[in-house]
């Protein structure tokens, strides 16, 4: 179990520059040191690096999505999902080797 005095340490965000009998720093207080000027809050750590593929196969996944509501005449729509469905198929094990392959 982490203690709360661990968590909270001078060097934690909004206690830097505070002096003796300063008000205690909130959340809100906090975040707004983190906006940038349009007001968006900027992020605290970078973002997770994406693995390779990861990018490809989310757009793959966006495109099969996408065709799933493409009209289609009736005597050719059930190949179409047939093929589709594989499709998701495939990719979603692609993921997944791509997730397993950070834990190797």
Same mark, same amino acid.
């Given at each position: 179990?982490?203690?709360?005095?661990?968590?909270?340490?001078?060097?934690?965000?909004?206690?830097?520059k505070?002096?003796?009998?300063?008000? /205690?720093p909130?959340?809100?207080? #906090?975040?707004?040191?983190?906006?940038?000027?349009?007001? #968006?809050v900027?992020?605290?750590?970078?973002?997770?690096?994406?693995?390779?593929?990861?990018?490809?196969?989310? &757009?793959?996944?966006?495109?099969?999505?996408? /065709?799933?509501?493409?009209?289609?005449?009736?005597?050719? &729509?059930?190949?179409?999902?047939?093929?589709?469905?594989?499709?998701?198929?495939?990719?979603?094990?692609?993921?997944?080797?791509?997730?397993?392959?950070?834990? /190797?």
């Open positions: 179990m982490i203690k709360l005095k661990k968590l909270i340490k001078e060097s934690s965000p909004g206690f830097t505070r002096k003796f009998g300063d008000p /205690l909130t959340f809100k207080g #906090v975040m707004e040191k983190h906006k940038d000027n349009n007001g #968006v900027k992020e605290a750590a970078p973002q997770m690096r994406t693995k390779p593929g990861q990018k490809e196969t989310r &757009a793959i996944i966006n495109k099969l999505e996408k /065709l799933k509501k493409v009209d289609i005449p009736r005597r050719h &729509a059930s190949k179409f999902k047939r093929a589709i469905k594989s499709a998701q198929d495939s990719v979603s094990k692609i993921e997944n080797i791509i997730r397993m392959s950070s834990t /190797l």
